[in-house]
């Protein structure tokens, strides 16, 4: 049976007349990666906000860890470790002197306190900083001080509101490996981003959400299963026209002297057979195989198939 | 509490707020000392006013010291997190202690800020002045619950707003409490008052940090 850390269920949040979140339900597996996107002003934050015990919903629940975040929030925040979308750190302290004040926060035995300084340094790649003082830092140190700070109480699952925001290429490959290796030790990683690529790289599991509503809660092939009823395929050969097989059922997409890009459905057999068709009639066969869209191509479907349903019903 | 106490007392140190909040007000009783002294030719001991006796004139310095020590108390309270309540930084400490904790460990600082400013100022009138104000004993506990008090002023005041001109309405409780501070059948009624003030000024900023943070 699947153990979940996070399961929300039902939640609706109001700000005025504004409603944030309504009827938003979705759950997050232990020790997995997962990907919360939508675009801005879905709610991505206040769901972060509410499963960080940091809100209160309106109505629905929100369990992490078995506990209930509106019952129990002061047990559950010494089993998170939450980074928000943008923080500040005190300028005159030096980053050791910071995480050795976490530590005594969070009550953390006086002898083990240097050792998990230490370890929440190696693990963020922070050594360096490590007897610097927090200012003038890139975004990039800031998000790893952050991401350091989140783990010193050794958090079974990290919440994580865009920490690829503001990174360069390698501060992001660098973040990437570090979840990875969280996730390798057991840790749940929960985190919202905007970089979908990304996402889609380190991610296990999806969550999307659209005007406070999740449209999606799964894995990622579940989500282009969903978003992609028919797929796309490039077929490509030597020759100066491809002929089209007798039975073609597909819609072509694009096309040029050497390929076609075309959506449809297409057994294994029918392949085959277009290939030996095309092999007969003298033209090597480069490539016949479907295309892989990028999750910021589905996302963006998914979206609009969204919008289009909206507008349908109105 | 005793980690936020710590973090409070490396931050003020090294961005040197902590020897401004403690010197501060030694240091304007000094200035005005030698300024009213000087105006008629310097002399020892230093005086407020040439008429009174050296006790009259520490009791006057007295007076005011206690003023600025509480001002600078409930600016301490104001000054010490606020950037990370301007920026919502707090909320790493909210997520490894309860909000009234942070309330707590903000006030006992500020508090044992002005209080010690005011020591640093009694000191400084007994070097200047040649004389002690009178009833130092009684002095130094309504003192050390009126720097609660104002420190609860600056915890309250930073958690409604973060912007530096909110300090005026600081200033502004301090002078407030300064004529009934003097009066002699008010003292021992104001005690209580300044209890109740606090407690309550602490629960409410406790209440305020906790949704400032979530918003």
Redesign the interface.
């Known amino acids: 049976m699947t153990e979940h850390a996070i399961v929300a269920d039902g939640l609706l949040k109001r700000y005025g007349r504004v409603t944030a979140l309504r009827d938003t339900s979705f759950a997050v597996t232990k020790g997995t990666i997962t990907g919360f996107i939508g675009r801005n002003g879905a709610g991505k934050t206040t769901t972060l906000k509410i499963v960080s015990t940091l809100l209160d919903a309106d109505d629905g629940s929100c369990r992490v860890l078995g506990g209930d975040v509106r019952k129990d929030p002061y047990a559950i925040r010494a089993r998170i470790g939450f980074l928000p979308d943008a923080f500040e750190l005190p300028a005159t302290l030096t980053l050791r002197e910071y995480l050795g004040i976490f530590t005594e926060l969070y009550g953390i035995p006086r002898g083990d306190r240097a050792r998990r300084v230490e370890t929440s340094l190696q693990l963020t790649r922070t050594e360096e900083l490590a007897d610097r003082r927090l200012h003038a830092l890139s975004r990039g140190e800031e998000q790893r001080v952050g991401l350091a700070r989140a783990l010193i109480h050794n958090p079974e699952i990290l919440i994580l509101d865009e920490p690829a925001a503001g990174l360069d290429p390698h501060a992001r490959v660098e973040l990437k490996e570090l979840l990875r290796l969280l996730r390798e030790r057991g840790k749940t990683v929960f985190l919202s981003s905007h970089v979908l690529a990304d996402l889609e790289e380190i991610c296990d599991e999806l969550v999307v959400i659209k005007n406070g509503s999740v449209i999606f809660s799964g894995d990622i092939d579940g989500f282009r299963k969903q978003m992609h009823s028919t797929t796309r395929w490039r077929l490509s050969a030597v020759t100066r026209s491809i002929p089209l097989p007798s039975n073609f059922r597909g819609e072509v997409i694009e096309s040029g002297p050497t390929y076609i890009e075309f959506e449809g459905e297409l057994s294994p057999r029918e392949r085959a057979r277009w290939i030996a068709e095309l092999v007969d009639k003298g033209i090597d066969v480069c490539e016949l195989a479907p295309l892989r869209s990028s999750l910021e191509q589905e996302f963006a479907k998914a979206v609009e198939d969204e919008e289009e349903q909206e507008v349908a019903a109105s | 509490m005793?980690?936020?106490l710590?973090?409070a007392f490396?931050?003020s140190i090294?961005?040197r707020s902590l020897a401004v909040f403690v010197l501060g007000p030694a240091l304007v009783i000094a200035a005005s000392l030698f300024g009213a002294t000087l105006a008629e030719g310097f002399r020892y001991p230093l005086y407020v006013s040439r008429q009174m006796s050296a006790a009259q004139n520490a009791e006057m310095a007295g007076l005011i010291l206690t003023f600025f020590a509480m001002t600078f108390g409930t600016v301490a309270a104001f000054w010490v997190f606020r950037?990370?309540v301007a920026?919502?930084?707090i909320?790493?400490?909210?997520?490894?202690?309860?909000p009234i904790t942070v309330s707590l460990a903000q006030v006992t600082f500020a508090a044992a800020v002005a209080f010690s400013a005011w020591v640093v100022g009694i000191a400084a009138i007994a070097a200047l002045t040649s004389a002690l104000p009178p009833a130092l004993g009684w002095s130094a506990v309504a003192v050390a619950v009126a720097s609660i008090a104002a420190a609860s002023i600056g915890a309250l005041v930073v958690t409604i707003s973060p912007q530096p001109a909110m300090m005026v309405w600081a200033f502004l409780a301090c002078t407030a409490l300064l004529p009934l501070l003097n009066h002699p059948a008010v003292r021992p009624k104001l005690l209580y008052v300044e209890a109740v003030v606090s407690i309550l000024f602490i629960a409410v900023s406790a209440f305020l940090l906790e949704r400032r943070?979530?918003s």
């Open positions: 005793i980690a936020l710590h973090y490396l931050k090294r961005d950037p990370e920026t919502k930084a909320g790493s400490f909210l997520m490894a202690r309860r943070w979530a």
